[in-house]
């Protein structure tokens, strides 16, 4: 068996109004870990930060 650590976590962006959003971005600060996967959404580390972009079709 190889080195089983990790975990996973889910981030939720709700529009509460009735005006379509485009480019919204999620920027939040994680020391102790590193993003492998993604999953709806693009991760992009800027120093100790990650800032999440929608997809294409989000």
Known sequence: ???KTGFCINRW???Q???SIKNWRLRFQM???A???TWNG???PQ???YVVTPPDWG
């Open 1 to 3: 068996m190889g080195n």
């Open 13 to 15: 962006v709700t529009n």
């Open 17 to 19: 109004g009735n005006t």
């Open 31 to 33: 020391n102790q870990a």
């Open 35 to 37: 993003i492998n996967n």
């Open 42 to 44: 693009t991760f992009v």
């Open 47 to 49: 120093g100790s930060q």
